[in-house]
């Protein structure tokens, strides 16, 4: 599947940004889809995801703040973003694996096949 990540930019702490993830090739309903995000010189990070049945997972950091939703009829998952801080700048992707695949395989960058070209995000202080 071909992924297509969009709506990052710069914002200033505190603010919201709403991140997208359009698919095309195929239906969202059938793949687990993962938000990770990456700064300069650290290792990609896993933020959460949406599983093809339409649940979400993710980790603790980012609950509270962040959250993931999806749209069938636009084949596309969001990440929302609120309460931004600078330490939220980085390149976000977005990434699709297979229904099939367990969640412990799902919080690991190495879970997932196809993968979009990431949108950068920049929160001023």
């Known amino acids: 599947v071909q992924l297509q990540a969009s709506g990052g930019g710069l914002v200033q702490a505190g603010g919201s940004l709403r991140l997208a993830c359009a698919a095309s090739?195929?239906?969202?309903?059938?793949?687990?889809i993962g938000w990770f995000r990456q700064a300069p010189g650290k290792e990609r990070e896993f933020l959460g995801g949406?599983?093809?049945?339409?649940?979400?997972y993710g980790v603790d950091s980012v609950k509270g703040r962040f959250t993931i939703s999806r749209d069938n009829a636009k084949n596309t998952v969001f990440l929302q973003m609120n309460s931004l801080r600078p330490e939220d700048t980085a390149v976000y992707y977005c990434?699709?694996?297979?229904?099939?695949?367990?969640?412990?395989?799902?919080?690991?960058?190495?879970?997932?096949?196809?993968w979009g070209q990431g949108t950068q995000v920049t929160v001023s202080s």
């Open positions: 090739g195929r239906t969202f309903s059938n793949y687990n």
């Open positions: 949406m599983r093809w049945t339409g649940g979400t």
């Open positions: 990434a699709a694996a297979s229904k099939t695949r367990i969640l412990s395989v799902l919080l690991s960058p190495r879970g997932y096949d196809d």
